[in-house]
């Protein structure tokens, strides 16, 4: 079952000799469930893709469609409640709230809707991040590997239809590393999400049931890993 797709996506900065052309054309489908990777150099379009995907930018020209809907259709007010509740974002740099705890930041997004915490999800998020008893601490109170936990925690709470994770691992050893992979990991399996990552770590990569390449705004390869 198709739970994205992307048709003939562009996207330009600037205008006349210094237009930058970021994406050029790029159409794609994921299923529901899988794990894509998405590789290539700095500067090749990935995060501008994935902020496209996530209803962070608009496109200049092409659709984005999430559980049959069109995305850049919606209002302004209709797309963030899209992005609060179908999307959750997980970055390199962590975006933690420097004043809020752990729960706190967590809960961030439900309490932003409006809406009640699920105190059962919350437990078992608390329980699979490794972060029982840690719930008062602040970011600055916990290592990088804790707070890209908590960030991950914040994209899960609101059981989103699609994980997107920007560069996840970047500022983080290769232990911590591969621990947050095993969690995102974990939550594709565990709550059956559509996992979308963008990584420079070709570890990562050969992990995912699919590998898309790009290059200077266009897809170069794409490839199944794992049917």
């Given at each position: 079952?198709?739970?994205l797709?992307?048709?003939?996506l ?6 006349g000799e210094n237009q930058?052309r970021?994406?050029?054309g ?11 990777a998405i590789?290539?150099p700095?500067g ?5 893709l ?7 930018d608009?496109?200049t020209?092409?659709?984005v469609y999430?559980?049959?809907q069109d995305v850049?259709a919606?209002?302004e ?6 992005r609060?509740r179908e999307v ?6 962590y975006?933690?709230?420097p004043?809020?705890?752990?729960r ?5 997004p ?5 809406r009640?915490v ?12 490794g ?6 601490h602040?970011?600055?109170q916990?290592s ?6 908590v960030?991950i925690g914040?994209?899960l ?11 996840p691992?970047?500022?983080l ?7 947050i992979?095993?969690?995102l990991k974990?939550s594709?399996k565990k709550?059956?999400q ?6 420079h770590?070709?570890?990562i ?7 898309i390449?790009?290059e ?9 890993l794992?049917?």
């Amino acid at each position: 079952m198709e739970i994205l797709r992307v048709e003939n996506l562009t996207k330009t900065y600037g205008s006349g000799e210094n237009q930058v052309r970021a994406l050029d054309g790029v159409s794609f489908s994921v299923e529901k469930g899988q794990f894509l990777a998405i590789i290539g150099p700095s500067g090749s379009g990935k995060s501008t893709l994935l902020h496209i995907l996530g209803g962070v930018d608009t496109p200049t020209s092409g659709k984005v469609y999430m559980a049959g809907q069109d995305v850049y259709a919606k209002s302004e007010e209709q797309l963030a409640v899209f992005r609060r509740r179908e999307v959750g974002l997980v970055y390199q740099f962590y975006n933690l709230i420097p004043v809020l705890d752990v729960r706190e930041n967590i809960t961030l997004p439900v309490l932003m809707d409006g809406r009640k915490v699920n105190e059962e999800r919350l437990k078992e998020l608390l329980d699979v991040l490794g972060l029982v008893g840690r719930e008062k601490h602040l970011p600055n109170q916990l290592s990088g590997g804790q707070q890209q936990r908590v960030s991950i925690g914040r994209a899960l709470m609101n059981a989103p239809a699609v994980v997107l994770a920007d560069e996840p691992t970047g500022n983080l050893d290769s232990k911590a590393s591969q621990e947050i992979v095993d969690l995102l990991k974990l939550s594709n399996k565990k709550y059956g999400q559509t996992l979308i990552v963008i990584t420079h770590d070709e570890n990562i990569a050969l992990q995912a049931d699919r590998v898309i390449a790009i290059e200077d705004g266009r897809i170069v390869r794409d490839e199944v890993l794992r049917p």
